[in-house]
C-alpha cells in the first residue's frame, strides 16, 4: 500500500510538472471547451428555460456547472494511447511492473489539476459580465457534486479505455472514439438539460451512462433537485460493469500487442 | 544453470497481403487476403549468467523479434523461453524486476522533463526508496560520466547524452538480464566508445548477463566473447566470435613493400600470392604458419614495411549472410 501510494505521488508530481511545460496549450484547450456557455446562450435567446421548467437562473447554473463539469473530465486517452501503441512508445511501460493505464490516469489527473487556475479565471471574467448567472453552491452541493465529477470521470475514463483497447485490433481506433460523442452530446444533458427531453426519450438517455457524466454531476453542483443516490448508484453500476470489461481487453489485447515500431 | 533458456522458438505474423494501386484498394476492402510470414523458425540457445552474446543478422534476420520474445513483449507462436526462471510472455512483476531493455531508437525518459524525473518515476515504481535511489543514481552518473545533464530536459539533450540518461533509467533498478537493441545506433564514435566501456564494466561489476542487437561490429567485437548469428529466421550460428573470423578466414593478409623488384616464383611457398605490382606484394598465409612465413620473408627480401591483417569482421559476416551457411 505504501509502495502503491509513493507511485502514485511521483507520477501525479512527475505529470503535473510535465503539464506545466504545455500550460499554454491546455489553458487553450480550457477555452474550447465553452459548448455549455455557448449553449446557454443559445437558451436564453430562445427563451428556453421556461419551456425546459426552469428559471432562468436555474438555466444559468446549469450550463456554467455543465462547462465545468465538462473541464474536469474531459478524456483524451485513446489519442495517447494509438499513438503509443502504433510507434511503440507503449513496450518501455509493458516492460515496467506497473499497469501502463495508471500512467495514462495520472496524466489525465495532472492535467486536470493544470486547468485549474484557466477555468478559475474563466469563471470570474464570468462572474464580472453576468454576475446573477453565477451562484456559489452551499458546501454539500459543492461536496456532492465534486464527488460525482471524480466518478463521472472515472466512468468516461474507463468507457474511453474500452474503446481504446481496440487499439490492439485496429489501427485506427480513434476513429470509433467519435462514435461515443453524438450520444454524448445528445444524451449527456451538454447540448439541453434532460428536463427539455420528451419523457420517453430521457427514460432512454437514463439508461445509458451519458446523463452521470455530466448531466447529473451539473444538477448536483448547480442546486438543483436531483435523486443523489440513484445517480451515485447509476455511477457505482456503469463503473463495475466497465472496469471488467477493461481489464479483460486489455489482457487479450496485450497478447495480440507486436510491438510494432519497438 | 543458464540464465536465459530457448527451445524451438518460433514467431509467426499474419500480414495483409495488397496490391498496389485503386484497384488493389478495392480488392483489399472486398476481400481481404493475408499471409504468414515467418520471422523466427525453431531458434534455440541458452546463456549463462554474466555472460555477453551479441545477436547478429542483416535487417529483418529475426533478432529484434527474438529480443521482444525474450522480454515478454510478444508471445512466442510455439517454442519455449525461461529468463531467470521465468516466462517472459506472462510479464510478472518480479520477472520485470529482473530485466531491461534499451532500445536505440525508443526513449522511456519523459522528453519534457529532466532525466531525473524519470528516475524518480522508476525508483518509485521498483520500490527503491529515495536514499538508494540517490545512491545508485550517483554511483551510475558517475560509470557514465553524467553530470550536470541530469538537470536539464530531455529534450535539450545530445543524442548520446540521451542514450546515457536511457542506460541510466534502465539500469536503476538493477536487472540481472539487459536485453539491448541497437544500443549505439545514431552515436558518434566517441559516444559509442563511452557505451560500450560503461557497458563492458556494468557486466564486471554486477555480474550481469548481457543479449545484445548491433548493426555496429565496433560493439560487437568490444563487448561479444559470442555471437549468434539469425538468418531468415533461423539461427546458423552459436559460438565465439574468434573461432567465427578464423573459420570463415583461416588466412591472414601479409602486405609487403619491397625495395627491390621481385618476380612472383620467389614467393613460392609462402601461402597465396593475391598481387604483385612493382614493390607491393600481398600475400594470404595461413594463420598457423605466419610468424614463420613471415620470419623467412623478412630474412629473405629486403622489406621496407609490412602489414599484417584479418579481412574486416563486418566483411566476413556480410559474406557469410550471402552464402547463407557458415562453411
Redesign the interface.
Given at each position: 500500500m505504501r509502495?502503491a501510494l509513493?507511485?502514485a505521488?511521483?507520477?501525479l508530481a512527475?505529470q503535473y510538472?510535465?503539464m506545466l511545460?504545455?500550460r499554454a496549450e491546455i489553458a487553450l484547450w480550457a477555452l474550447s471547451g465553452v459548448l455549455p456557455l455557448i449553449m446557454l446562450g443559445v437558451w436564453q435567446g430562445a427563451g428556453g428555460a421556461v419551456a425546459a421548467g426552469l428559471s432562468p437562473q436555474q438555466l444559468s447554473h446549469y450550463f456554467i456547472a455543465a462547462f465545468v463539469v465538462r473541464q474536469f473530465t474531459v478524456v483524451w486517452l485513446i489519442h495517447v494511447f494509438e499513438e503509443d501503441a502504433l510507434q511503440?512508445?507503449l513496450?518501455?511501460?509493458?516492460?515496467?511492473?506497473?499497469q501502463p493505464l495508471w500512467r495514462y490516469l495520472a496524466a489525465h489527473i495532472a492535467e486536470q489539476a493544470t486547468r485549474i487556475p484557466f477555468v478559475a479565471l474563466m469563471l470570474a471574467v464570468l462572474a464580472l459580465l453576468q454576475p446573477t448567472d453565477l451562484a456559489l453552491p452551499s458546501a454539500g452541493a459543492l461536496l456532492l457534486g465534486l464527488l460525482a465529477i471524480g466518478a463521472a470521470f472515472a466512468l468516461r475514463f474507463l468507457l474511453q479505455t474500452v474503446v481504446t483497447m481496440l487499439c490492439f485490433w485496429s489501427e485506427r481506433a480513434a476513429a470509433l472514439d467519435r462514435l461515443l460523442l453524438i450520444p454524448y452530446l445528445f444524451l449527456s444533458g451538454l447540448v439541453a438539460p434532460l428536463d427539455t427531453f420528451p419523457a420517453p426519450m430521457k427514460s432512454f438517455a437514463l439508461a445509458t451512462p451519458f446523463p452521470y457524466m455530466l448531466s447529473f454531476p451539473a444538477q448536483l453542483l448547480a442546486g438543483m433537485p436531483v435523486n443523489a443516490a440513484a445517480g451515485f448508484g447509476a455511477l457505482a453500476a456503469w463503473i463495475a460493469l466497465l472496469a471488467p470489461i477493461a481489464w479483460l481487453l486489455w489482457r487479450a489485447g496485450?497478447?495480440r500487442?507486436?510491438?510494432m515500431?519497438? | 544453470m543458464p540464465i536465459v533458456s530457448v527451445d524451438e522458438l518460433s514467431r509467426t505474423y499474419r500480414v495483409a497481403d495488397r496490391q498496389p494501386g485503386l484497384r488493389g484498394s478495392v480488392q483489399h476492402l472486398l476481400r481481404r487476403r493475408h499471409r504468414d510470414v515467418v520471422a523466427v523458425q525453431g531458434v534455440s540457445f541458452a546463456v549463462e549468467p554474466g555472460e555477453i552474446v551479441g545477436f547478429l543478422g542483416p535487417n529483418g534476420a529475426g533478432k529484434t523479434t527474438t529480443l521482444k520474445m525474450l522480454t515478454g513483449l510478444i508471445h512466442p507462436s510455439s517454442g519455449s523461453v525461461q529468463v531467470a526462471g521465468w516466462v517472459p510472455a506472462r510479464r510478472q512483476p518480479r520477472f520485470l524486476e529482473q530485466i531491461t531493455l534499451v532500445m536505440g531508437n525508443k526513449q522511456q525518459l519523459i522528453w519534457d522533463l529532466p532525466p531525473l524525473d524519470s528516475f524518480r518515476v522508476n525508483a518509485a515504481v521498483y520500490g527503491i526508496d529515495d536514499s538508494e535511489a540517490k545512491r545508485r543514481i550517483h554511483e551510475l552518473a558517475d560509470m557514465l560520466e553524467l553530470g550536470d545533464e541530469l538537470t536539464r530536459p530531455v529534450r535539450k539533450l545530445s543524442l548520446g547524452q540521451r542514450m546515457k540518461a536511457e542506460l541510466l533509467a534502465a539500469l536503476l533498478h538493477r536487472p540481472a538480464v539487459l536485453f539491448l537493441d541497437e544500443p549505439t545506433l545514431g552515436l558518434d564514435v566517441n559516444a559509442q566508445a563511452r557505451v560500450r566501456d560503461f557497458l563492458a564494466d556494468y557486466n564486471r561489476r554486477y555480474g550481469a548477463t548481457v543479449l545484445l542487437t548491433s548493426h555496429y561490429m565496433g560493439d560487437i567485437t568490444a563487448l561479444c566473447p559470442r555471437v549468434l548469428l539469425i538468418h531468415q529466421g533461423r539461427l546458423f550460428y552459436d559460438g565465439s566470435l574468434e573461432e567465427l573470423t578464423t573459420s570463415l578466414a583461416p588466412q591472414r593478409e601479409v602486405r609487403l613493400e619491397l625495395r627491390h623488384l621481385a618476380n612472383a616464383e620467389e614467393f613460392q611457398g609462402y601461402g597465396e600470392l593475391e598481387s604483385l605490382q612493382g614493390h607491393q606484394v600481398r600475400l594470404l598465409i595461413p594463420r598457423e604458419q605466419l610468424t614463420q612465413q613471415v620470419g623467412e620473408l623478412l630474412s629473405r627480401f629486403d622489406v621496407l614495411d609490412l602489414e599484417v591483417s584479418d579481412p574486416p569482421v563486418e566483411e566476413l559476416i556480410g559474406r557469410l549472410f550471402r552464402q547463407g551457411s557458415v562453411a
Open positions: 509502495r509513493r507511485i505521488r511521483v507520477l512527475t510538472a510535465y511545460e504545455y511503440g512508445k513496450s518501455p511501460y509493458l516492460l515496467q511492473p506497473l496485450v497478447r500487442y507486436g510491438a515500431g519497438a | -
